[in-house]
Each structure stands twice: as C-alpha cells, then as structure tokens.
C-alpha cells in the first residue's frame, strides 16, 4: 500500500502545482505588470472551484463508464493533461489580453476553462481512486501522505519558479509555466503507471444520482449542519481568498520583483508542514475547537499585520504576516478537518462529507472573487492599489472574528442526536422529512 500511497501523492503533486504558477506568479503579473482587473484575474483564477459543482457529475459517469477496463484512471489522465495544457497556455492568453483584450479574453475563457476542468476531472477521480485502494480504516494515512506530498511540491515549485524568475520577461515566464507542466505530466503519469488495478469482474449496482441541490435540502434540516456550512465558508473564505491577491499585494506596495513575490508562496509552505507538525501536538493537550480557535485567532492576527504593512509600507512587518499566516493556516486545517469528521454520521458520511467539500469550493470560489472585486472597487475610489489591498485584508480578519462567534455556538453533540433520530435514512427520504418539517 506505501507504493501506492506515493503514486496517489505523485498524482496529487502533478495537478497541485499547476495552480501555483497561476495563483503565486500569473496573478501578480496580470494585476501589476499588464494592469488587468484583479476582479477578472480573480474569476479566471477561481475557475477550478467555481466549476467544483461538476465534479459530482464526473464522479457519477465514471462510476458508470469505465474507459478500457478502468474506472478512475482514464479520467485523470484527461484531467492531467487539461491542466497541463491550461497552465502552459495560460501565459500567452494573459499577454494577449494585454494587447488585444477581447481576443486575449476569449483565449483566456477556454484557456483557463480547460485548467478549471481539468482540475475537477482529475480530483474527484484520484480522490475516488484513493479511497477505493485504501479501504475505510487506510484512508487517514493516505490522505495525510498525499497532503504533505502535495505542500512539499507547492514549496519545490515555488521555489523553481521564483529562480526560473530571477530576471522577469514575458519569455522567462512561458519558459517557467512550460518547464512547470512538463513537471507535472512527468509527475502524473509515472503516479498514475500500474496504479488501478483493471476492472475485469461485475461492477457494483450504481447508487442513486444526486444533485448539488438535494445535499443542501437534506443538510439543511439539521439546524447545527446550517452553522457548520456557514461558519466554512466564512473561515475558508478568509483565509484562502487572500491567495489571489497576495502576490500582487507585494508587488505594487512593496515594488518586490516577480521572483520576491513568487518566493512568498513557498515561505508559506514551509510554515503550513511546521504548523502541521504543531497542530497535532496542540490536538494532544487542547479540544479540537480550542486548536479551531488558536487557527482563526492566528489568522486574524496575519491578517492584521499585511495589512498594518501596507499603512507602514515596511515589509519586515509583510513577511511576519505571511509566517503567522502559513502557521494559521495549517493549525486551522488540521482542526477543522478534525471537526468536518466529526460533523457527519454512520449513515450519512458521504452526504455531509458532500456537503463540507461544497462548502470548501463555494468559499473559494466566491472569497476569490470577493477579494478582486473590493480591491477593484476601492483601487477606482482612492486611485491607490494599496488601499484596495488593505480593505481586502481587513474584511477577511472580520469574517475570521465572526466565525469565531458561529464556533461558539457549534455543538456537534446535538449535531449527532438529530442525526441519531434518523439513522441512515436515504437521501429522498431525509429530504422529504425535511419538507414535512
């Protein structure tokens, strides 16, 4: 099972690192250098999660339509070399904006349309995958082996990147994101190489096909489900928003080079495997909601400190941000993910297990967008970029203070005696009690 693990995390490693030349180096260079809306640089970026519904959709038809034998790996592959062609591609469709903005916006839509669901292929399948080869009680490990594999990957490409950068032109940047996706498919498919084992035998029966809609009916009748989901989406929602406008930030504030603000993704990553490290020790001696609650106030704290960086314009204070933010941020991972586990029932794992990645994309997506759309605003208003910046900054520390407040509220006890009420129930049937009540 350790070989593969490793292949899962190999896997894991290629689709992750596509994201990282477009959220820690492409951004920067639209919003900065080419002077692009951070509000459509934030859309294009957050393509992948917008897209997340779908990957219900995915996961059905190959559960239903296995390729040659093969279930999930055929629809990784296409996943794969979606993004790898995506993040390739995606230099030239930014350039080309720059220089003809409605042909360069065309190319950008199918350009970072096929990044986006290349993603979603290729995650809901080797997820999928995971948990069908690692059975119920490997499934901890495997996840926490391709998690660290993946944060070490971002910190190794980011670091690539920035020296990729060191003098920036528009030819050192293709010549990176190509380097990049070659990488990543080399990574892919020597993961994906004698990974699933052929499917010679009957197919288990199909379960019922369910949609984005009947999960939220049904988690909506648990009123401690409804908190959960929002206090989510306002926690992830800060804390990984900020990750499109981070960069630029840097940038145009601080006027650091191309390859500086590239280098803050991999510092980031360093202190996310430190705080890993830490959170499972602080897990040892505090509740899970207290480690939540050390996670949350510590990225109020980053949040507070970017953002004074930006009033100081001293960035001394900028990079102390980002340290407490990477700490935070894996502290606040490893606790929530905790809690998310908890938040769910014999009977209905995967029902609120839906629900919680549901919550996770729409945070994403919609954190993305919120922050590129106020920066913009405020940017237009004071005809200062920095204060936009600030704005953002501040607004995710408030919804970090106001998650702060749902948490107290949270009580997974009586999350689980509603839960226990009725055990196990199909999905129509949880819905239609839910429309009764």
């Not at 393509?47 to 995915?58: D, G, N």
Request: glycine residues 10%; charged residues 10%.
């Amino acid at each position: 099972m350790l070989r593969q693990r490793v292949q899962l995390g190999l896997v894991h490693i290629a689709v992750a690192i596509t994201l990282v030349p477009i959220n820690s180096t492409l951004n920067r260079v639209m919003i900065k250098e080419l002077a692009l809306s951070a509000t459509l640089v934030a859309v294009l970026a957050s393509l992948p999660y917008l897209f997340s519904p779908l990957q219900m959709a995915i996961g059905s038809f190959a559960d239903r339509h296995p390729l040659f034998g093969w279930r999930r790996t055929p629809y990784i592959a296409l996943g794969l070399l979606l993004c790898v062609a995506g993040v390739v591609l995606s230099p030239l469709a930014a350039y080309q904006m720059a220089e003809n903005f409605w042909s360069g916006l065309f190319l950008g839509i199918l350009v970072f349309g096929a990044w986006g669901m290349g993603f979603n292929f290729s995650t809901v399948s080797y997820l999928s995958l995971a948990s069908e080869l690692s059975g119920e009680k490997g499934r901890s490990r495997t996840i926490s082996v391709m998690w660290f594999m993946m944060i070490s990957g971002i910190i190794v490409t980011a670091i690539t990147l920035s020296r990729l950068l060191s003098t920036y032109t528009p030819a050192a940047v293709e010549t990176a994101f190509l380097v990049i996706g070659g990488v990543a498919l080399v990574l892919g498919m020597l993961g994906l190489a004698g990974l699933e084992p052929r499917d010679t035998g009957k197919r288990a029966p199909n379960s019922q096909r369910q949609s984005w809609l009947d999960f939220g009916r049904a988690v909506a009748a648990n009123p401690q489900a409804r908190l959960f989901f929002v206090y989510l989406i306002l926690l992830l929602g800060a804390i990984l928003g900020q990750d499109i406008l981070l960069e630029p930030f840097a940038g145009e504030t601080f006027h650091l080079p191309v390859n500086e603000t590239t280098r803050i993704t991999s510092i980031w990553g360093v202190c996310v495997l430190i705080s890993l490290l830490l959170a499972g020790l602080l897990e040892g001696r505090l509740s899970k909601r207290q480690v939540a609650v050390v996670g949350s106030v510590g990225a109020v704290g980053a949040f507070l400190l970017i953002a004074l960086s930006g009033f100081l314009v001293n960035t001394p204070v900028f990079y102390s941000g980002v340290v407490l933010l990477g700490l935070a941020t894996g502290i606040a991972t490893v606790s929530n993910l905790s809690l998310m586990l908890d938040m769910t029932t014999a009977g209905s794992v995967g029902l609120f297990i839906g629900a919680w990645g549901m919550a996770d994309a729409l945070a994403r997506g919609l954190g993305a967008i919120m922050s590129g759309v106020v920066r913009d605003t405020i940017a237009s208003f004071s005809n200062n970029p920095s204060e936009g910046y600030i704005v953002v900054f501040l607004l995710q520390a408030g919804m970090l203070v106001i998650s702060l407040w749902i948490l107290r509220d949270l009580d997974i006890s009586a999350f689980q005696s509603v839960e226990q009420a009725s055990p196990a129930l199909p999905l129509v049937e949880r819905i239609a009690l839910s429309n009764d009540g």
